[in-house]
Structures are given as structure tokens and as C-alpha cells.
């Protein structure tokens, strides 16, 4: 019987791989450039010092923007992800979905996508609440690679949704029907 190898299809297959290799040069490349520069240093523990110090801020910079965006994306979805009620008897009642807006938003020094979703009470068009998720792509890193096929940051995940809307729409005691054709 011969032998058979199953070899990856899809570039994605070895992203890991892939990822350690690209780790792996950007590490010998920042301790080469730390040497190359702390060379002109005449004493000795202080060349080591400088090239520790040039390593270690080196190191980081491929993941910079996701590093500096990761704050900024936790704290607009602690802020801003969550359910807003338009309607305070809104108990009972019968919603409809009208639709979710998109549009392009930039998060630290990321760009993303907020999205907006609204329930209005049937018949009368009112709003009944609403809430916002958002989804970040990854920083230059993960482009340029291509080894995300979201485009998924690899620092963090990349999105932030209101968790469980069936549950929601269970604790307002409300429901939701199809919106009838025009």
C-alpha cells in the first residue's frame, strides 16, 4: 500500500507555521539590528543594557497598532455595545426588526464596522430599542500575511456583540414577528 500524504490545501491550513516562521526572522532581525546599534557602546554592561533595551522595544512593533487599538476597542464596547430601550412600556407588546445599518468606524488605529440594529413596536413604527455590535479588522500584520480570513486581529478578538437576543427579548417580555411586505 503507498503511502499518502495529506498535504494543506488552503494557505490557512498552515497559518501557525507560517506564523512562528514569520516570528521566528522578526526576532533574529531585532536581536541583529540590537547588536548592529549597541556595537559603538564602549563598556561592557552598558552595550548589553542598550541592546536588551533596543530588543525588547523592537520586538513589539510589528503588533503595534493592534497593542495600541486593543484599549480603544474594549472601551467602545464596554460604552457603547449594549441595549438601548425606546420604549419604556414596551412589555407585552408586539416588535418587528426594521434593519441594521452598517457603517465603516475607525477604532484606535484599526478600521471596523459598526453596526446598528433597530426593533420598532408593530403598527406604529415606534422605536422599541435598539443596540450596536462592532467588528475590527486586524492590524498590518494580519493584512499583510493573510493568514486571517476575517482579517481577525491577533492580539484580541475582533468583534463585540450583544450576546443573546432571544434572551433579551425574553426578560422585555415582547414579540417579534416577520415585517409584513409593503
Known sequence: MPLRLDLPREPTDVSGLYLGLVLTLWTWFC??????????????TLRQCVRYLLFIGLLPLPLADEIYS???????????????????QLAGKTIWFTGMRSQPRQIGLLSGTE???????????????????????????MRMLGISETSSPLLFENHCDFVDVVALRRRLNVTVVDKPAP
Open 115 to 141: 453596526q446598528n440594529w433597530t426593533y420598532v413596536v408593530a403598527g406604529s413604527e415606534r422605536p422599541a430599542f435598539r443596540y450596536s455590535s462592532f467588528r475590527v479588522q486586524g492590524g498590518w500584520l
Open 31 to 44: 536581536w541583529t539590528l540590537a547588536r548592529r546599534f549597541s556595537q559603538p557602546v564602549a563598556r561592557l
Open 70 to 88: 486593543w484599549r480603544a476597542f474594549a472601551r467602545l464596547c464596554e460604552s457603547e455595545a449594549k441595549v438601548v430601550v425606546l420604549d419604556p
